[in-house]
């Protein structure tokens, strides 16, 4: 018998959809049981978002500073599970508050020390610099990660910024003033994750996940989009400085995230359509290192 537990927290239902769909090979085995647990914060995060809370989140977020959680139920915390199935989505280019919260407590080295743990993430699309934070909080638990999904929404960069913002706001995930498509993961795409289930229960039974990487990228697990890897860098960098100053002047706290709110905006709507360009005019003597940080992002 194989215990698995499949550990997520999700706002909109997203990722918990995700993370159902993903263990359906796993709950028709008899050889496998299987637990849920969700992260609870003990204060949790509105859904949907208004802008004080969404621009609020960020300097904590970003600086990964912890919150408490609630306790896991006791099975979770005593199980010795074979395998655990990590989702977490992305906020603010690094895994979300409550998902650091869980990485940063003393139940995650309890549940994760010495296992062997796959990464889902579920994101807008901007998800590569995140998880080498995870990577970096996994380790510390001591847990072995031996997989990653990374599942995104595939439409152009720009129309996920209007289409989430759309969501978030409103909490409903319904096509942005009638014309843009569906935002976050495809309903086709979270339908079929259980490809990656298949792939992954193979390698649990056969105890052995040194080729699972290359199945799972096979079956479309990781999406690489070059331009957005170096967005994801030159944005972490002014994110650092953003959130270090916000912390700084706790007493200017409301107007310092007024004027990120504007940088957010021209980073997102001047700057990125630009570096855009410039980054696609350097793609030919670029080639060989963005092979080289393809093969780098879909590997673990
Ligand atoms: C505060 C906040 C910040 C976010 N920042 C990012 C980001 O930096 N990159 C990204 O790809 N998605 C980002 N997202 C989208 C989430 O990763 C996720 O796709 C969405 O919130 C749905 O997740 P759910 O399953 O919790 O509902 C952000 C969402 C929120 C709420």
Partial sequence: MKNVLVVYYSQSGQLKDIAQNIALPFLNDDEIRLDFYA???????????????FFGVF??????????IKIPPQNILTTDYDL?????????????????????????????KNKAVVTINGS????ALAQEKVKKLLAENQAHLVGNIALTDRNINLV???????????????????IFPLPGVSDKEIK??????????????????NEMQPALIANGAVEFRWFLISMDKKANKMFKAWS?????????????????KVYLFIAIWILSPIVHLIELILYPLRYFSIQKQKKYHQGI
């Fill in 59 to 68: 300097p904590e977020t970003f600086r990964q500073i912890p919150q408490e």
């Fill in 192 to 209: 079929e994750s259980s490809k990656f289930g298949k792939v992954i229960k193979k390698h649990l039974k056969s105890n052995d996940y």
């Fill in 160 to 178: 996920s910024v209007v289409t989430i913002v759309d969501w978030l706001f409103s909490g409903i995930k319904r096509k942005a003033y009638g």
């Fill in 84 to 112: 655990i199935l990590f989702h977490y989505q992305v906020w603010f280019l690094s895994p979300s508050l409550p998902v650091t919260s869980f990485l940063k407590s003393s139940y995650a080295g309890e549940i994760l």
């Fill in 124 to 127: 807008r699309n901007m998800w």
């Fill in 244 to 260: 270090t100053l916000i912390l700084k002047f706790p007493g200017q706290r409301v107007f310092l995230l007024k004027c990120f």
């Fill in 39 to 53: 992260i609870e914060p003990q204060n949790d995060f509105p859904f949907p978002w208004d802008n004080a809370s």
